[in-house]
């Protein structure tokens, strides 16, 4: 633990109400002051010690478990917690430090958080992505805040000459009950330095029943007031003395190359001062740039304008034909033909052959583009051998790393500093926005931004990949399903780190193929090949939003060719309660969690979608128009199951009057966080159902900007959406919560469209499909 006396006065946008950017020096900083709480000995990672097992210790640099990293306590009783990972609206930055107030017994009021810069290190895994920062900080965090508040209580009972069984914590204070003596935390402070940290295993927990924070849901997020107030800090608004603005013409087809570029025009544009050339590297290669012509100028605007002048010589390389037509007769050419089997149970050709009836459904699914409100942007200031990045990232140490290899220098003289991201969803996971600053202020000898603009945002991309979905369902006499054939055909993620990739990963088949937890005799899942032809990547629920679509929209299928309700279908298809037996797949894939801890439990899923049926009202009265459709999904090791009502007008006008959604996340934190990711769920779902498509021609994505590319507006979002969270059991874990909204809304808003039309939508976007 450490404490400074006088707070570092932080520059520009990290000046916050009750959150700061801190500096591994900053912290260094205070060890020289008098009188603060800081540990002499050296800062030490401690491995974290869980009751129960998650797969955090296998990501890398793994969790670090030590209070003299994350915690400082001013003299004046000002307690300062560490922020590790990335905000962008999950409000992350705001938990995980609650988790470690809620078990020092500090009073939230007097808690400031900073935020950490990029080390793994120091700090463990940064990656805020995966829907996993709580699910594997949780204890962590608890342990920290324990093993902080043990050494406080230490201090105290030795101060007062008594034992320390009888003394405790309590509202930011340590109490000796016997005699009424009572000091602040800021008093002990530099005792409690003194102490040893205690051993994780030796630690006593509060019990949940005495929390004052957790699971309540009474703590805005601490960045709030900033946000709503628009003194927020973003990477955009980032600025340094003597700083460059930087735009880049990057090559419009993947794996394309620049030729040649003539200047001329451009450096006439008032502003511009110079136009160079930007390294690019040959595609695939993870998340360096594409290279291109940056044009270098004393604003952004005047950058801008320069580009707009540049003529520019390109070789669209390989993927010149890329075409998303020709490319989805080819994905529905392959859906249709035997693939790789990935999952076997019983004999799938010899049921369907005897089956009764077989229903075939294919589905659609097209390239989507990330569009968060906040395009990429980064600011590097590179001298000598060192850089310092400040940017919106969702993977700070990654970034760190990546910068230090890209520029060929020790990574530990690399500083990154993380801004809010102004939304993320995968994309600022990928830092080529990073490395093309560092670049060229490694050239330029000067601090640079780069500004992407919103078309370099859509054209550029790393898209979620493009799918079709083909499933055949066999039934027998009485209409129970007795066969299960799901092929899954779409580009990897993996192709963005690997030439010649033509299956998916394991991570992508254990999104809702592999894992499908439907009580069937005879299932098997297939993959057939598909090659990449633009970069794909990490998109919010990733490829659980192709499945989730074609298992559930299947659902519904069957529930109508079997004249059976939607929820009963459902039900029964999921069948009873049990733990879902993998054993026909080899290595199958739990979100990188053990199955002892994070079974596919289908008690668990039964559950949300009767506590949704009962909260939403299943089976009530609609006005003419009006249908309900039901879907529900296990992902990122949560249960969420998903009721929409639509309203369909004589000329096809789509609105949504009501949503509700059950969800079964664990253990958690913050419920308002929780509705707060579910109503956002919905609006998205919404959003991309109706409109989400990024199409390619020439190589070249066709959209550029909302105007083709559009996002649900205010007036178009569910008039009402009703979250309703189950109530976690003593021994439950915790489980992911930004994603999991997202699989189970296209197909419930298919199947209520369905219902109040009687029209079947198989490939999305709706876009005019419900037009008259």
């Known amino acids: 633990m450490n404490i400074i006396t006088n707070p570092k006065k932080l520059r520009g946008f990290e000046k916050a109400c009750r959150v700061e950017n801190v500096s591994r020096r900053s912290v260094l900083k205070g060890l020289g002051i008098?009188?603060?709480?800081?540990?002499?000995?050296?800062?030490?990672?401690?491995?974290?010690?869980?009751?129960?097992?998650?797969?955090?210790?296998?990501?890398?640099?793994?969790?670090?478990?030590?209070?003299?990293?994350?915690?400082?306590?001013?003299?004046?009783?000002?307690v300062t917690i560490i922020a590790h990972r990335a905000e962008m609206g999950t409000g992350v930055r705001t938990s995980l430090p609650l988790i470690v107030a809620e078990e020092m017994d500090a009073d939230w009021s007097r808690v400031r958080v900073q935020q950490a810069p990029g080390d793994e290190v120091r700090y463990g895994n940064q990656d805020t992505d995966g829907s996993r920062s709580t699910r594997h900080y949780l204890m962590p965090m608890r342990q920290i805040g324990a093993?902080?508040?043990?050494?406080?209580?230490?201090?105290?009972?030795?101060?007062?000459?008594?034992?320390?069984?009888?003394?405790?914590?309590?509202?930011?204070?340590?109490?000796?009950?016997?005699?009424?003596?009572?000091?602040?935390?800021?008093?002990?402070?530099?005792?409690?330095?003194?102490?040893?940290?205690?051993?994780?295993?030796?630690?006593?927990?509060?019990?949940?029943?005495?929390?004052?924070?957790?699971?309540?849901?009474?703590?805005?997020?601490?960045?709030?007031?900033?946000?709503?107030?628009?003194?927020?800090?973003?990477?955009?608004?980032?600025?340094?003395?003597?700083?460059?603005?930087?735009?880049?013409?990057?090559?419009?087809?993947?794996?394309?190359?620049?030729?040649?570029?003539?200047?001329?025009?451009?450096?006439?544009?008032?502003?511009v001062e110079k136009v160079t050339q930007v390294k690019g590297w040959p595609w695939p290669s993870k998340f360096q740039p594409l290279g291109g012509v940056a044009v270098i100028a004393r604003n952004t605007g005047a950058a801008i304008k320069g580009r707009d002048a540049l003529k520019i010589v390109w070789d669209d390389g390989a993927n010149a034909k890329y075409d998303s037509v020709a490319y989805r007769a080819e994905l529905e050419e392959a859906a249709r033909k035997p693939g790789l089997v990935v999952r076997k149970e019983g004999d799938v050709d010899a049921a369907l052959k005897t089956a009764d009836k077989v229903i075939v459904g294919e589905y659609y699914l097209p390239h989507l583009a990330h569009v968060s409100m906040e395009p990429p942007v980064a600011v590097a200031d590179v001298k000598g051998d060192k850089a310092e990045i400040w940017a919106p990232v969702q993977s700070p140490g990654g970034t760190r790393e990546d910068v230090a290899k890209t520029l060929g220098i020790p990574e530990g003289n690399v500083t990154v500093h993380v801004t809010l991201l102004g939304g993320g969803f995968g994309r600022k996971s990928k830092c080529d926005y990073v490395l093309e600053a560092a670049l060229l202020s490694k050239e330029l000898a000067a601090p640079v931004k780069v500004q992407w603009t919103r078309e370099d945002d859509v054209h550029h991309d790393f898209l979620h990949t493009v799918s079709v979905e083909r499933i055949e369902a066999g039934l027998d006499k009485n209409g129970k399903v007795i066969a299960w054939r799901h092929r899954s055909v779409a580009p990897s993620i993996a192709s963005t780190f690997a030439a010649n990739t033509v299956h998916q990963a394991p991570f992508e088949l254990g999104m809702g193929l592999i894992d499908m937890p439907f009580e069937i005799a005879n299932i098997q899942c297939e993959n057939p090949e598909a090659a990449a032809h633009t970069r794909i990547g990490w998109f919010r629920s990733v490829s659980n939003i192709p499945r989730a679509f074609a298992v559930q929209s299947m659902v519904g299928e069957l529930a109508h060719a079997t004249n059976r309700d939607q929820k009963e279908m459902l039900l029964e298809l999921i069948g009873s309660p049990r733990i879902v037996n993998l054993s026909?797949?080899?290595?199958?894939?739990?979100?990188?969690?053990?199955?002892?801890?994070?079974?596919?439990?289908?008690?668990?899923?039964?559950?949300?979608?009767?506590?949704?049926?009962?909260?939403?009202?299943?089976?009530?009265?609609?006005?003419?128009?009006?249908?309900?459709?039901?879907?529900?999904?296990?992902?990122?090791?949560?249960?969420?199951?998903?009721?929409?009502?639509?309203?369909?007008?004589?000329?096809?006008?789509?609105?949504?009057?009501?949503?509700?959604?059950?969800?079964?996340?664990?253990?958690?934190?913050?419920?308002?966080?929780?509705?707060?990711?579910?109503?956002?769920?919905?609006?998205?779902?919404?959003?991309?159902?109706?409109?989400?498509?990024?199409?390619?021609?020439?190589?070249?994505?066709?959209?550029?900007?909302?105007?083709?590319?559009?996002?649900?507006?205010?007036d178009e979002s569910p008039s009402v959406t009703n979250v309703h969270i189950v109530p976690p059991g003593p021994d439950t874990p915790p489980s992911g919560v930004g994603e999991p909204g997202v699989p189970p809304f296209a197909p419930a808003l298919v199947n209520a469209i369905f219902a109040a039309t009687g029209k079947r939508i198989r490939a999305l976007p709706i876009g005019k499909q419900l037009e008259t």
Not at 62 to 68: A, K, L, M, N, W
Request: proline fraction near 7%; include cysteine.
């Open 584 to 714: 026909s797949v080899k290595d199958p894939w739990n979100y990188g969690e053990p199955y002892s801890s994070y079974p596919i439990d289908t008690a668990r899923l039964r559950r949300v979608v009767e506590l949704v049926a009962e909260k939403g009202e299943w089976g009530r009265s609609l006005p003419k128009g009006h249908g309900l459709g039901i879907a529900a999904h296990r992902s990122f090791v949560s249960y969420i199951a998903t009721i929409v009502e639509v309203a369909i007008d004589d000329k096809g006008k789509l609105t949504v009057p009501r949503v509700d959604t059950a969800i079964d996340c664990g253990t958690y934190v913050n419920p308002e966080r929780i509705q707060s990711q579910i109503e956002g769920a919905a609006i998205m779902g919404l959003s991309l159902a109706k409109y989400g498509e990024i199409t390619f021609k020439d190589g070249k994505v066709q959209q550029k900007n909302f105007d083709d590319f559009p996002v649900l507006r205010i």
């Open 147 to 271: 093993s902080a508040r043990t050494m406080l209580e230490s201090a105290a009972a030795k101060r007062w000459g008594v034992p320390a069984t009888e003394v405790k914590a309590a509202n930011h204070e340590v109490v000796h009950d016997a005699t009424g003596r009572k000091l602040g935390f800021g008093d002990l402070a530099a005792d409690a330095a003194k102490e040893p940290v205690p051993s994780i295993e030796g630690l006593k927990l509060k019990d949940p029943k005495n929390f004052r924070y957790l699971g309540k849901g009474e703590v805005s997020i601490v960045d709030l007031h900033d946000i709503t107030t628009g003194k927020a800090g973003y990477g955009a608004d980032v600025r340094l003395p003597g700083m460059k603005y930087a735009v880049i013409a990057r090559p419009p087809v993947t794996g394309g190359t620049l030729v040649s570029f003539d200047p001329a025009d451009a450096l006439k544009v008032s502003g």
């Open 34 to 78: 008098a009188g603060s709480f800081v540990l002499a000995a050296p800062i030490l990672s401690r491995p974290a010690f869980a009751a129960y097992e998650t797969g955090a210790g296998k990501m890398p640099h793994g969790t670090v478990v030590d209070p003299r990293v994350f915690v400082a306590i001013a003299p004046d009783g000002i």
